[in-house]
């Protein structure tokens, strides 16, 4: 291997996590057999050229997110994260258990509460829940579907086994970020891709329509599908952008929203056209100034009305932040066996549940091995790591936690697993997480394969959000076989077209003009 | 379409071609303005900007400034920088709609904006990289983009503002009376060749302005831009009416471009600052009218709410 991996096992050693390329003594794993190949063929100033001219096509396709009112590119690793068929079989199956066990939950809490009346969880928990709206309670949505887009977080821990970190099922963004950085990847590193088959990520927009096309109100033949997006300060705005363009639907803002009468209408320069479907990418508080903020100008008055209506599908739903709360996080595993009947197939990480006393007290006793988490943050906003954390910081963090415990959760510290990434003049080791996008039609959850794996660029650091100085990698899911076996195809001769002509074609033209011009 | 979406796609049309007619007028005058004398050259600094639409920020107005006002000046909807800023802007906002290629040639112009030397030679190189990009943004947007509603709201915006450029172009003649030549003046609108080809011995200051502004073949031409916005409208609003037009830009943008091509005078050049006054003027109603049509916004949100 070339000098860019000198020091890495040593590096790799120090942190003690799961390493996803490289096994114990510095061998490549099988899956990234064909990456590790590609790598040692480059020398630091090929590595450096490609990764620059990476970082120039995300400038100039606009590939950014806002930070603090600034476009910044997102950016993107030159070594792929690879998932091996096998593991990502069991991921896929355990994503889409979790997505539907959480679909039944929200129909259950906005419904019949049968959930609370079995026992299964406190009727506190779902009541005291910061995204608990009674507003949309006791209606179905048209459609049937909640959670039509999940992204269900999962980390590696220091034994390689792949654990549930948290759920999104309000606006899981990012999905854009896996589409582009496949395009990137397949010109920086196409020496990686050969000979191997990666299961594609493009149908993803293709997908997404057609669920939200299916979950439309019921007796609308060809729905009109809408992206609503808070506007170009939004931290996702390309998301939105990226997304409607290639679903080929609009993108709107509130202010290009009426309701009126239970339906929704946006305003055209053919004047106004009925909506169907919205695709919600922005908070339900800012949703609707008749139910939640009066004050918020992003959202249109009257949306949850002609939701309750049925006049109007919203995906997701509105309040199904109540499936992602992450003290609700820590019953999931009960959730899947209480719905499903069966055995949840990616594990949770252990949390302590502060409201419990002995937990609290034996969690606050050990701040500063413990994470300690908001309910309902996202973003990696108030989370504390009790290692890294000051004195102070800690304090002030034990005084918040008992004046709330039902506001936080506790978990130990995670090594998540890590991947080679270009630092420098060399490859470091940096954490990962994995985010995989789930899209619920209604009959059948679908997993993006792959999705998008978010890396700390710091040495060491665990906090991979993009807001925190976090990067991202390609994600790489590799086919079990070749989706077309080679060798069974007899290859048919290639003959060549024979030419058709039906137009009438004066073939003498040129022997006329010349008897013309003599 | 969208209502909005209209409005910036209009406004992309726009600003590209007022970050090209400006980069056309810049390159020419500069010329000029560094053979006059100190004194001479900061009076005629103060009068260009003038005629582009922009008031002089300073009492000190010389021609650095004048190069920072109409070029570089990036929060100034009249200089090269802060048009194509605002056209990339524009294409953002309505980035699903306009072709990946278009967006992505605006934005990168965005982002070469500050790769040039800001003195007067390089300011030279600066105005032929601004047409060429212009000239690539323009053919993109007629290759890539569906000629339906989306591409007429932006040809429509282009051709008024072309129109407006070129009578900006006519007027600085007054400027530098002492010495802007009809040659230049084609060479600004890139019309020299044509001009000399179609009218072949008639020089002229009349000739020249004749052609800038009343020929019916040359694409710059103030007669040939309005035509051009008026089919954009007529397309865009195709009912047909026995009498009249309920749409104000129509018989706005009509009646300029006919008056032009009907009057009939022996002194064209006298006449010349009357006709550049109400060209603009027409250009600005013009555009009012389009956007109360089709932009009209709600009117500010109709929902207040207590803020408990």
Redesign the interface.
Known sequence: MSDLFQDYSEAAARSGAYDEMFAPGHVARKSYGQVSGALRELSLADVTARADSMARTFLDRGVTFDYAGEERPFPLDIVPRVIPADEWDVLERGVAQRVRALEAFLNDVYGRMAVVADGVIPRQLVTTSAHFHRAVHGFEPSGGVRVHVSGIDVVRDAAGTFRVLEDNVRVPSGVSYVLENRRAMAKGLPEAFGQQHIRPVEEYPRRLLSALRKTAPAGVDDPTVVVLTPGVFNSAYFEHTLLAGLMGVELVEGRDLICRGNRVYMRTTAGEQRVDVIYKRIDDDFLDPLQFRSDSMLGCPGLVNAARAGGVTIANAVGNGVADDKLVYSYVPDLIRYYLHEEPIIANVDTFRLEEKEAREHVLDRLEELVVKPVDGSGGKGLVIGPDASKEELDALRKRVIADPRGWIAQPVLQLSTVPTLSGDKFGPRHVDLRPFAVNDGDDVWVLPGGLTRVALKEGSLIVNSSQGGGSKDTWVLANSPQMPAEVIPRQSVTLREQVSVWPVESNWRDRQTEQQQ | ??????ESLFWIGRYVERADGTARILDVHLERLNHLPLEEQRSVARELLAVMGAKPQSEDFGLPELLHALAYDKHSASSIAGSLGAARENA??A???VS?SL??SL??TY?GLNQHRKDVVGTYRFCNWVLERTAMVRGLADTTVSHD?SWLFMVLGRSLERADMTARMLSTRDVQSAGMSWVNMLRCAGAYESFIRTRRAAFGDQHAAEFLLLDRLFPRSIVYALRDADECLAK?DPSAQRVGFINDARRIVGQARTFLEFHRTDDLMSELPEHMERVQKAVTQASDAISRK?FN??DE?A?V????
Do not use: D, F, P
């Not at chain 2, 709410?305 to 408990?308: I, K, N, R």
């Open positions: 379409m969208l209502s909005r979406i209209a953002r906002r980035r699903e709609t990946q967006w992505e934005n990168t982002y509603e865009l089709y916004q709600a949100h929902w709410g207590e803020v408990s």
